[in-house]
């Protein structure tokens, strides 16, 4: 199929974008905070109080992703970090993910129009993007920040522009200040456009000096104005070198140990999308045997090259599978192309879209069932070590319990190792103390603590009237409250 004028392709992948946040925007704060979004929104919190950005190595991750949210979150109000909520801060990914949707129309050029159309719906309404898209982590933005180096890093070689090659300079550096793990993709990227420009045999194709400069300078100025938040924090720069051997210490598991194949079970659990996107790969080596469209052929070995490595990779998440779902529905667009090219007959190609239109919809219920019937349940696979519902009683109890004490500032200690995501379900409460276990609390109206609860506190805890909380799966919380305080509850 030929590309469509650029009128007509503008406004079916608009159309598409706009899907993408129909889809994502219903219900987007009933779903409870996970430990790692509840982190970040504290972050947040803390740039609304006009505190500078602090990089810390150990598993926080870059600035970007607050550098987004901060004027979204205060463009819908939110002015401390008692006043966000829940919808406001995950609008942020909504609208990087519904954007990376329309980013599909750029790419036509690139990878064909029925390849990126393709990967925009499976974008638009396949479980994995919507329901990361409607988290308040990282891993969206990541996906959006690649999707533009590869990008503006093909539009580069093609038109030799400066311009472009700064663009694709800045989208790396957004990625690396996204997650520190983009020096993955970026080997990746590096090994597969190295192959594609061995196999294609035109030394006039490899990219001048002067584009790779600029693309450099970019990169670090555009990451050294990140990191040290522009210019206000010039330690961020030797502590994400700090970083390094952290996550490589990480890497090894630290209780996130999976096999494998654990990625296959998360990006495809009925091997739909991995048939077809194996017609994609056979697609794109005959394209590139053939000595055209070899943009094909380096997503294919890119793709391939970061599942491996990930795969290799003991400490896994579900999460983390977002990185391979760009290359993979890309290369389920051109199994659908491969396939819809071999059709001939007018009935036949009716027959195929009937098949792509079921094989969407089957796609659009999955995503129902995960991101939207079930997001928080602990049989959804998408939904790791989730904060359950419970937990948002806890805070709804203490206010109950305030009322008829007449509490108006109740005093609330919290010891726990990690008490993860309690600051964010305690944020009213302005008199919060958060302690580790064996630490001297003093007195307060309530002590949040786990199950294990030993030494002097144990000994004060004694009269005191124990509510149970689930956190996680198999993570438990007590409120404990004075007997005498507590009233009659059924």
Same mark, same amino acid.
């Given at each position: 199929?030929?590309?469509?004028?650029?009128?007509?392709?503008?406004?079916?992948?608009?159309?598409?974008?706009?899907?993408?946040?129909?889809?994502?925007?219903?219900?987007?704060?009933?779903?409870?905070?996970?430990?790692?979004?509840?982190?970040?929104?504290?972050?947040?919190?803390?740039?609304?109080?006009?505190?500078?950005?602090?990089?810390?190595?150990?598993?926080?991750?870059?600035?970007?992703?607050?550098?987004?949210?901060?004027?979204?979150?205060?463009?819908?109000?939110?002015?401390?970090?008692?006043?966000?909520?829940?919808?406001?801060?995950?609008?942020?990914?909504?609208?990087?993910?519904?954007?990376?949707?329309?980013?599909?129309?750029?790419?036509?050029?690139?990878?064909?129009?029925?390849?990126?159309?393709?990967?925009?719906?499976?974008?638009?309404?396949?479980?994995?993007?919507?329901?990361?898209?409607?988290?308040?982590?990282?891993?969206?933005?990541?996906?959006?920040?690649?999707?533009?180096?590869?990008?503006?890093?093909?539009?580069?070689?093609?038109?030799?522009?400066?311009?472009?090659?700064?663009?694709?300079?800045?989208?790396?550096?957004?990625?690396?200040?996204?997650?520190?793990?983009?020096?993955?993709?970026?080997?990746?990227?590096?090994?597969?456009?190295?192959?594609?420009?061995?196999?294609?045999?035109?030394?006039?194709?490899?990219?001048?000096?002067?584009?790779?400069?600029?693309?450099?300078?970019?990169?670090?100025?555009?990451?050294?104005?990140?990191?040290?938040?522009?210019?206000?924090?010039?330690?961020?720069?030797?502590?994400?070198?700090? @970083? *390094?051997?952290? %996550?490589?210490?990480? #890497? &090894?598991? $630290?209780?996130?140990?999976?096999? !494998?194949?654990?990625?296959?079970?998360?990006?495809?659990?009925?091997?739909?999308?991995?048939?077809?996107?194996?017609?994609?790969?056979?697609?794109?080596?005959?394209?590139?045997?053939?000595?055209?469209?070899?943009?094909?052929?380096?997503?294919?070995?890119?793709?391939?090259?970061?599942?491996?490595?990930?795969?290799?990779?003991?400490?896994?998440?579900?999460?983390?599978?977002?990185?391979?779902?760009?290359?993979?529905?890309?290369?389920?667009?051109?199994?659908?192309?491969?396939?819809?090219?071999?059709?001939?007959?007018?009935?036949?190609?009716?027959?195929?879209?009937? @098949? *792509?239109?079921? %094989?969407?919809?089957? #796609? &659009?219920? $999955?995503?129902?069932?995960?991101? !939207?019937?079930?997001?928080?349940?602990?049989?959804?696979?998408?939904?790791?070590?989730?904060?359950?519902?419970?937990?948002?009683?806890?805070?709804?109890?203490?206010?109950?319990?305030?009322?008829?004490?007449?509490?108006?500032?109740?005093?609330?200690?919290?010891?726990?190792?990690?008490?993860?995501?309690?600051?964010?379900?305690?944020?009213?409460?302005?008199?919060?103390?958060?302690?580790?276990?064996?630490?001297?609390?003093?007195?307060?109206?309530?002590?949040?603590?786990?199950?294990?609860?030993?030494?002097?506190?144990?000994?004060?805890?004694?009269?005191?009237?124990?509510?149970?909380?689930?956190?996680?799966?198999?993570?438990?919380?007590?409120?404990?409250?004075?007997?005498?305080?507590?009233?009659?509850?059924?």
């Amino acid at each position: 199929m030929a590309n469509p004028p650029p009128k007509i392709r503008w406004a079916i992948f608009i159309a598409l974008a706009l899907l993408a946040l129909a889809v994502r925007l219903p219900q987007l704060g009933e779903r409870p905070m996970h430990t790692d979004e509840s982190i970040n929104a504290y972050i947040t919190g803390r740039l609304l109080a006009g505190e500078k950005y602090h990089y810390d190595p150990q598993d926080r991750h870059g600035p970007v992703l607050y550098l987004f949210a901060k004027p979204v979150v205060e463009l819908c109000g939110a002015k401390t970090f008692s006043g966000l909520t829940e919808a406001e801060l995950r609008l942020t990914p909504v609208i990087i993910g519904s954007a990376t949707v329309l980013m599909f129309g750029a790419g036509v050029e690139m990878f064909g129009f029925i390849p990126c159309l393709i990967a925009a719906l499976l974008f638009a309404v396949a479980p994995l993007p919507v329901y990361y898209s409607r988290y308040f982590i990282h891993e969206t933005l990541f996906v959006a920040a690649t999707w533009g180096l590869i990008l503006s890093g093909g539009r580069a070689l093609k038109s030799r522009s400066i311009l472009v090659a700064a663009l694709a300079g800045f989208c790396a550096a957004l990625m690396l200040a996204g997650k520190e793990t983009a020096i993955i993709h970026f080997f990746a990227l590096a090994v597969a456009a190295v192959i594609c420009l061995w196999l294609a045999k035109q030394p006039e194709k490899i990219p001048p000096a002067k584009m790779l400069l600029t693309a450099s300078i970019s990169f670090l100025a555009a990451s050294i104005l990140l990191f040290t938040w522009f210019g206000q924090n010039w330690s961020a720069l030797a502590e994400l070198f700090r @970083a *390094i051997p952290h %996550f490589a210490e990480r #890497a &090894g598991g $630290q209780g996130h140990e999976k096999p !494998f194949g654990y990625y296959l079970s998360i990006l495809d659990p009925q091997f739909l999308f991995f048939i077809v996107a194996a017609t994609g790969i056979y697609a794109v080596i005959c394209d590139a045997v053939a000595g055209t469209r070899r943009a094909g052929l380096l997503l294919a070995i890119y793709g391939v090259l970061i599942f491996l490595i990930y795969s290799a990779i003991p400490y896994k998440t579900p999460w983390l599978a977002l990185n391979f779902w760009l290359p993979l529905a890309l290369l389920c667009g051109f199994g659908v192309e491969g396939v819809w090219l071999q059709i001939k007959a007018a009935t036949g190609r009716w027959i195929a879209a009937i @098949a *792509i239109a079921a %094989f969407i919809l089957v #796609a &659009g219920k $999955q995503t129902k069932t995960l991101a !939207f019937d079930r997001p928080a349940d602990e049989r959804n696979p998408l939904a790791y070590a989730h904060t359950t519902e419970d937990i948002l009683g806890l805070p709804l109890r203490i206010e109950e319990i305030c009322r008829e004490r007449q509490l108006a500032q109740p005093r609330i200690a919290v010891v726990a190792a990690d008490a993860w995501p309690l600051p964010w379900y305690l944020r009213t409460f302005s008199q919060v103390g958060y302690w580790q276990p064996g630490q001297e609390t003093g007195a307060a109206d309530f002590f949040i603590t786990p199950p294990e609860v030993s030494g002097p506190l144990a000994e004060r805890l004694g009269h005191f009237r124990p509510e149970f909380f689930g956190a996680r799966p198999n993570v438990l919380l007590i409120l404990w409250t004075p007997p005498e305080t507590l009233p009659k509850h059924e």
